[in-house]
């Protein structure tokens, strides 16, 4: 009884910032780690991008299995079985490198990493919105985005330059570059394996349960037909049309210019682009935005925690959506000033991260809680990804017709619905603030 009250009265800070870094760190080692790394094997671009890709599904197809982790064990089971889980598939990565034929086997293991690392994800977010109360949530919102975000600057920065400096070092001792490879990636591969692991440990002991599983069916129908009205249940809830719509048009711009920017940034001047080399949308990009991002989230978690939810989403909505319009000014006027350049994307980024925890906590405060929260928050998620897949799949057919000036307005236009749907956006469950006032 003593270890269980300990537990519940644990700081956050103990478990939230590890966590989430934890999170973060599969999907960047698959989505973009990956592909540097079999680049140096000399897979061929269309392989690259075809199975990272694929590989990317399971976040996406996350809601349909949801439902299944909230009736057996605990999320801190799931979160802890998958950071190991984890940790093992890329020390088995690295043991599979190499082999003769490797693609195949590695492809494979990335499999399991990716579903598990979808897992995780889907459990990590229950134990959040569980263990947290709304203010709680609001304030660590964004310490929770700041740690997601230094899982990419370590797995993209560090361990991208660790393993360029261990191909140089093995290239000096007479390897061959693809030794010289082989041997590299298979140390950060295993380094990031190791990582997982002791996290899962760490984990073991510093998580809090996120509760109990809600179901008592044995037989695999039952389980199916509970499956069922999960996803029936999400559907049935106070204006969830609304909110469907809300959560998709929400990152509708940022869709459309996301998958743009890059290409604008380094096309020629004379074709409305900026002309920046790679090192340029690196550092200001890469570097610099990541950093305003996370500062940005930081304090759009304390700025929801000082006003509340109601009050803020609208502005949150502004915050997010209306600095886009840097890229829509950078490519009519097209400055070639750095510093102005840089200064245009980090004012973007910082708003991107201020506006975006809105986005996550309404989903966790008004679509997830009920019954089935995890499940739910975890379709609510998959909505989201769902309105930044759609606007980007088109976004560059839409730019080669229109050119990058018009393309940035359109994207621009396109936030209109997003504006409206805030505006008038009702809220199913009392605010924290307006629970203050009642008390």
Not at 148 to 157: C, I, L, W
Not at 272 to 284: A, F, Q, R, S, V
Request: net charge neutral; aromatic share 16%; with cysteine.
């Amino acid at each position: 009884m003593e270890q269980a009250l300990k537990q519940t009265k644990r700081s956050p800070l103990w478990w939230v910032p590890s966590a989430y870094f934890a999170m973060g760190l599969p999907l960047i080692l698959i989505n973009l780690v990956a592909p540097l790394m079999f680049k140096d094997f000399g897979i061929s671009d269309a392989q690259i991008a075809f199975w990272t890709s694929l590989l990317i599904l399971p976040w996406s197809l996350k809601p349909f299995w949801s439902p299944l982790m909230e009736m057996y064990r605990t999320k801190k089971f799931y979160v802890v079985t998958t950071q190991i889980v984890s940790g093992v598939s890329l020390a088995l990565i690295a043991m599979a490198l190499p082999l003769p034929d490797f693609f195949p086997y590695v492809v494979a293991i990335m499999t399991v990493l990716a579903f598990s690392g979808a897992t995780h994800d889907i459990a990590l977010d229950g134990v959040y919105i569980t263990e947290l109360n709304k203010t709680q949530q609001a304030q660590f919102v964004g310490i929770q985005g700041m740690c997601y975000n230094a899982a990419k600057v370590t797995a993209t920065g560090v361990l991208v330059w660790l393993a360029d400096f261990l191909i140089n070092y093995y290239k000096e001792n007479n390897y061959t570059d693809l030794c010289a490879a082989i041997n590299s990636w298979g140390v950060i591969m295993l380094i990031s394996g190791i990582l997982l692991i002791c996290l899962g440990l760490y984990h073991w002991r510093r998580l809090p349960s996120g509760g109990a599983s809600h179901s008592s069916h044995s037989s695999a129908s039952e389980t199916l037909l509970e499956t069922w009205n999960v996803i029936l249940l999400f559907f049935k809830k106070k204006f969830i049309w609304i909110y469907i719509a809300w959560i998709v048009c929400y990152r509708f711009a940022e869709g459309f210019v996301i998958k743009i920017v890059p290409l604008f940034l380094s096309a020629d001047v004379a074709n409305e682009g900026l002309g920046l080399t790679k090192t340029d949308i690196g550092i200001y990009v890469g570097t610099f935005g990541t950093i305003a991002f996370i500062i940005g989230s930081a304090l759009g978690g304390l700025f929801i925690s000082k006003i509340g939810l109601k009050k803020a989403i609208f502005p949150l909505c502004c915050i997010f959506n209306i600095p886009f319009v840097v890229y829509a000014l950078l490519a009519i006027f097209q400055p070639q000033n750095p510093f102005l350049i840089c200064s245009g994307i980090v004012f973007e980024y910082f708003s991107y991260g201020f506006g975006f925890v809105g986005l996550t906590l309404f989903i966790m405060q008004q679509v997830a809680p009920g019954k089935h929260q995890m499940a739910h928050y975890a379709f609510g998620s998959a909505l989201a990804n769902l309105g930044f897949m759609l606007p980007g799949m088109i976004s560059g057919y839409i730019s080669d017709h229109i050119g990058y000036q018009q393309f940035f307005i359109w994207a621009l236009v396109s936030a209109i619905p997003a504006f409206i749907l805030t505006w008038r956006l009702p809220f199913t469950h009392p605010d924290t603030k307006e629970q203050v006032k009642e008390v």
